[in-house]
């Protein structure tokens, strides 16, 4: 990667959609607006995007996902073998439809307003799911860029709706292999067209640990009635990610980001619970980072993270993307030295908890509140680097 100082500040990915990209994102949908025509309004939103980040002091950039509908849900569009479905579409092929009710009933969102990719044929990339993405904001910066990728482990399970599904795939894990040939697929493409730094969004891995086979789980998991132990679906993790970077460690830096669900800024009906049992599982997966929220108390001790192999980075979650309060220089600061006892400082990478638009119409914060957060990430990095001025690595 391209020489950066010590603690360089990014982002988990998503940025605020602006209303001539919702609008047009939904005019896609409904298939009443050309490509050429969508592509226009979403450049200049990746533009916006771009801008926002530079403003903030933002060293690793995204395109702020501006053509994605959520940070899942929009490689529908791109594979074929999949098919778009609402949770209350969902609702007639699960097959533990009280649980399902259950928790349409619980969640913080309209069963109307998220949507999950369900498989109903044999999978095969239509065309890249992120490349061109990349290519276009190449063409806008020279800084490091960061790709963002739904991860193997979300992908198999949450596309795999028995009723659906079953002809094409038995099961989840027959699905898994060619969910890993379609990663590897995209990462061989990112790596050609030089980006530098791939992020997997793993959010379900939280909810696994913690939740058994007989409770109420969140959209994210609720469409496979699970039968693994926890350990056997995080074993399983385990295998996808690794059979997918296998090959790509010294030709592109990876990283796998796991939060707790970014849906709702309500906190009760959020996922909680500490890293502490994934540390065993995150120790054995051959990624370069772990992309984990620290500014919220949900996420538990630092000190866990003590657990890890020496020699894994850490992108540390500063700030909460769901609240309109600014968190203090001074806050963030004693985050990151609460990380320094046990990773050194060019391991630690800044970035906000998750990212500030997960779903394309319903945005966790405002452009303004999300450049204010970036902002003090970059003015805590900027103090760090004084004290540890000399050190930058490549």
């Given at each position: 990667?391209?020489?950066?100082?010590?603690?360089?500040?990014?982002?988990?990915?998503?940025?605020?959609?602006?209303?001539?990209?919702?609008?047009?994102?939904?005019?896609?949908?409904?298939?009443?607006?050309?490509?050429?025509?969508?592509?226009?309004?979403?450049?200049?939103?990746?533009?916006?995007?771009?801008?926002?980040?530079?403003?903030?002091?933002?060293?690793?950039?995204?395109?702020?996902?501006?053509?994605?509908?959520?940070?899942?849900?929009?490689?529908?569009?791109?594979?074929?073998?999949?098919?778009?479905?609402?949770?209350?579409?969902?609702?007639?092929?699960?097959?533990?439809?009280?649980?399902?009710?259950?928790?349409?009933?619980?969640?913080?969102?309209?069963?109307?307003?998220?949507?999950?990719?369900?498989?109903?044929?044999?999978?095969?990339?239509?065309?890249?799911?992120?490349?061109?993405?990349?290519?276009?904001?190449?063409?806008?910066?020279?800084?490091?860029?960061?790709?963002?990728?739904?991860?193997?482990?979300?992908?198999?399970?949450?596309?795999?709706?028995?009723?659906?599904?079953?002809?094409?795939?038995?099961?989840?894990?027959?699905?898994?292999?060619?969910?890993?040939?379609?990663?590897?697929?995209?990462?061989?493409?990112?790596?050609?067209?030089?980006?530098?730094?791939?992020?997997?969004?793993?959010?379900?891995?939280?909810?696994?640990?913690?939740?058994?086979?007989?409770?109420?789980?969140?959209?994210?998991?609720?469409?496979?009635?699970?039968?693994?132990?926890?350990?056997?679906?995080?074993?399983?993790?385990?295998?996808?990610?690794?059979?997918?970077?296998?090959?790509?460690?010294?030709?592109?830096k990876t990283a796998l980001h796991v939060c707790r669900g970014n849906?709702?800024?309500?906190?009760?009906?959020?996922?909680?619970?500490?890293?502490?049992?994934?540390?065993?599982?995150?120790?054995?997966?051959?990624?370069?980072?772990?992309?984990?929220?620290?500014?919220?108390?949900?996420?538990?001790?630092?000190?866990?993270?003590?657990?890890?192999?020496?020699?894994?980075?850490?992108?540390?979650?500063?700030?909460?993307?769901?609240?309109?309060?600014?968190?203090?220089?001074?806050?963030?600061?004693?985050?990151?030295?609460?990380?320094?006892?046990?990773?050194?400082?060019?391991?630690?990478?800044?970035?906000?908890?998750?990212?500030?638009?997960?779903?394309?119409?319903?945005?966790?914060?405002?452009?303004?509140?999300?450049?204010?957060?970036?902002?003090a990430i970059h003015q805590a990095a900027e103090i760090l680097r004084?004290?540890?001025?000399?050190?930058?690595?490549?």
């Open positions: 990667m391209k020489k950066l100082p010590l603690f360089p500040v990014t982002v988990v990915g998503s940025l605020p959609r602006p209303d001539s990209v919702l609008k047009a994102l939904r005019q896609k949908q409904k298939g009443t607006v050309a490509a050429e025509a969508f592509n226009a309004v979403a450049d200049k939103a990746v533009q916006e995007a771009l801008a926002l980040q530079d403003g903030a002091g933002v060293e690793i950039v995204s395109d702020g996902e501006q053509r994605r509908d959520s940070f899942f849900a929009f490689i529908a569009e791109h594979l074929e073998g999949t098919r778009l479905m609402t949770l209350a579409e969902m609702l007639d092929y699960v097959e533990d439809k009280a649980a399902f009710e259950r928790l349409l009933s619980a969640l913080d969102v309209p069963a109307f307003a998220l949507k999950n990719p369900v498989v109903v044929g044999r999978l095969k990339r239509r065309h890249p799911l992120v490349a061109n993405d990349f290519r276009y904001l190449r063409t806008l910066t020279d800084k490091p860029i960061k790709a963002t990728l739904p991860g193997p482990y979300l992908m198999a399970r949450s596309m795999w709706v028995k009723a659906l599904s079953h002809e094409f795939y038995p099961d989840k894990e027959s699905l898994g292999k060619d969910v890993v040939c379609i990663l590897r697929e995209e990462l061989s493409e990112l790596v050609e067209a030089g980006c530098q730094f791939v992020q997997f969004d793993e959010p379900v891995l939280t909810e696994v640990a913690f939740a058994g086979p007989n409770e109420t789980h969140t959209f994210m998991c609720a469409a496979l009635s699970e039968k693994s132990s926890p350990r056997e679906e995080l074993e399983f993790a385990v295998d996808l990610i690794n059979r997918v970077v296998d090959g790509f460690e010294n030709r592109i849906w709702s800024q309500k906190e009760n009906v959020l996922l909680r619970g500490a890293y502490d049992p994934l540390i065993p599982f995150f120790s054995r997966m051959k990624v370069k980072q772990f992309v984990l929220e620290y500014a919220t108390e949900r996420a538990g001790s630092i000190e866990v993270l003590a657990g890890l192999p020496a020699d894994k980075e850490i992108g540390l979650g500063v700030v909460d993307p769901r609240t309109p309060e600014v968190e203090s220089v001074e806050f963030i600061l004693g985050k990151v030295r609460a990380l320094l006892k046990f990773r050194r400082p060019e391991q630690i990478y800044l970035n906000s908890d998750c990212g500030f638009g997960t779903f394309s119409d319903r945005p966790m914060n405002t452009p303004e509140i999300a450049a204010k957060k970036l902002r004084a004290e540890y001025a000399g050190k930058e690595v490549q």
